[in-house]
């Protein structure tokens, strides 16, 4: 599976962005795949933030971003969003996305991410 970001850019403290993660070269149908969203920023390491599954609905990892950032996802569009509002300049970081293969719905978001794509940039301005 091939995945692409987009909607990253550069926004003020307090505002908001969508990112979006499509998904094409699907092998499978679209919902038996695990889309997970991470960051990274400068000279820290890669975070998980929240990931989504059909078996297993919708998982948040990271507690600095709970109520301010919201995961979904649009099976028709073969999409996955990343809801972010109450930015902050700690938000800053290239974000990914990244998906793995769970066709019998045993793993939820505990497995491997096997692909990734390339990353956005979002920079939030004080």
């Known amino acids: 599976v091939q995945l692409v970001e987009s909607g990253g850019g550069l926004v003020q403290a307090g505002g908001s962005l969508r990112l979006s993660c499509a998904a094409s070269g699907l092998t499978f149908a679209f919902a038996d795949y695990t889309i997970g969203w991470f960051r990274q920023a400068p000279g820290k390491e890669r975070e998980g933030i929240s990931c989504i599954s059909s078996s297993a609905g919708t998982t948040n990892f990271l507690d600095s971003v709970k109520g301010r950032f919201t995961i979904s996802s649009d099976n028709t569009k073969h999409t996955v969003y990343l809801h972010m509002s109450s930015l902050k300049p700690d938000d800053t970081a290239v974000y990914y996305c990244?998906?793995?293969?769970?066709?019998?719905?045993?793993w939820g978001c505990g497995h491997e991410f096997t692909s990734w794509g390339q990353g956005t940039q979002v920079t939030v301005s004080s």
């Open positions: 990244a998906a793995f293969l769970d066709k019998l719905g045993l």
